[in-house]
T-cell receptor
Framework: AQTVTQSQPEMSVQEAETVTLSCTYDTSESDYYLFWYKQPPSRQMILVIRQEAYKQQNATENRFSVNFQKAAKSFSLKISDSQLGDAAMYFCAYRRGSTSGTYKYIFGTGTRLKVLA | EAGVAQSPRYKIIEKRQSVAFWCNPISGHATLYWYQQILGQGPKLLIQFQNNGVVDDSQLPKDRFSAERLKGVDSTLKIQPAKLEDSAVYLC?????????????FGPGTRLTVT
C-alpha cells in the first residue's frame, strides 16, 4: 500500500526568507502524481503545485518549487520569499496514474507553517 | 465558476444521533470525493463516486456511514448513529470529467462535533 510521510509537524520561517517542507512516500508503482496542498485556517484546501512522476524536471509555480527525487521517493516543497499569507497547513499527497482505474489520493499528516513578521 | 458547495458548515450532535451532510460539486465534474479529516491529521478518503457510481468505498465504515450521489450531481453523506470518534471535518471534493485530469477542487468542509 502507498504511504505518505511528513516528518515535520510544524515549521517557522521569517517573512521574506525561504523554507523547505519535507515529504517522503512509498510506492511500488511507476506511474503516479505528487501534490502539495495548502489549507489555510478557513479550511478550504487549494492546490499549490503538482509533479508528474514521469517528468524529470522539477515543477515550479512562482515562489513555490519542488525537489523531486524519484529514486529516494522524496518530494519537498520550497517556498521562497515567504509571505504572511503563506501561513497554513501544507499537505503532501500521492495519486496513482490514470491507468490504475481509480484516482485515490493519499495524504500525509501535514506540516503547519508559521510565518513570522 | 462556482466552487464546491457544502452544508452545513458546522454541526453539533449527541452520540447515537444521526446527521447528514450535503455537497454540490463544480458543474460538470464527474468525480466526487468525501474525506474525513480528524484534527491534526490529513484527509482520509471515505468514498469516491464517478458520476453516480461508487468507485472506491473501502474506507467507509459501512455499518454507520452511507453516501449517495443521485443523478450524478450532488451528494449526501450520512452517519447513523454517530460516535464520539466521528468528530472531524468532512470535506467534499470534485474533479473534472476527463481521465487525464487529476486536480481536485475542495469545498469548505463541515465541522462535526459529537458530544
Amino acid at each position: 500500500a502507498q504511504t505518505v510521510t511528513q516528518s515535520q509537524p510544524e515549521m517557522s520561517v521569517q517573512e521574506a526568507e525561504t523554507v523547505t517542507l519535507s515529504c517522503t512516500y512509498d510506492t511500488s508503482e511507476s506511474d503516479y502524481y505528487l501534490f502539495w496542498y495548502k489549507q489555510p485556517p478557513s479550511r478550504q484546501m487549494i492546490l499549490v503545485i503538482r509533479q508528474e512522476a514521469y517528468k524529470q524536471q522539477n515543477a515550479t509555480e512562482n515562489r513555490f518549487s519542488v525537489n523531486f527525487q524519484k529514486a529516494a521517493k522524496s518530494f519537498s516543497l520550497k517556498i521562497s520569499d515567504s509571505q504572511l499569507g503563506d501561513a497554513a497547513m501544507y499537505f503532501c499527497a500521492y495519486r496513482r496514474g490514470s491507468t490504475s482505474g481509480t484516482y485515490k489520493y493519499i495524504f500525509g499528516t501535514g506540516t503547519r507553517l508559521k510565518v513570522l513578521a | 465558476e462556482a466552487g464546491v458547495a457544502q452544508s452545513p458548515r458546522y454541526k453539533i450532535i449527541e452520540k447515537r444521533q444521526s446527521v447528514a451532510f450535503w455537497c454540490n460539486p463544480i458543474s460538470g465534474h464527474a468525480t466526487l470525493y468525501w474525506y474525513q479529516q480528524i484534527l491534526g491529521q490529513g484527509p482520509k478518503l471515505l468514498i469516491q463516486f464517478q458520476n453516480n457510481g461508487v468507485v472506491d468505498d473501502s474506507q467507509l465504515p459501512k455499518d454507520r456511514f452511507s453516501a449517495e450521489r443521485l443523478k450524478g450531481v450532488d451528494s449526501t453523506l450520512k452517519i447513523q448513529p454517530a460516535k464520539l470518534e466521528d468528530s472531524a471535518v468532512y470535506l467534499c471534493a470534485s474533479s473534472p470529467r476527463t481521465t487525464s485530469s487529476y486536480e481536485q477542487y475542495f469545498g469548505p468542509g463541515t465541522r462535526l462535533t459529537v458530544t
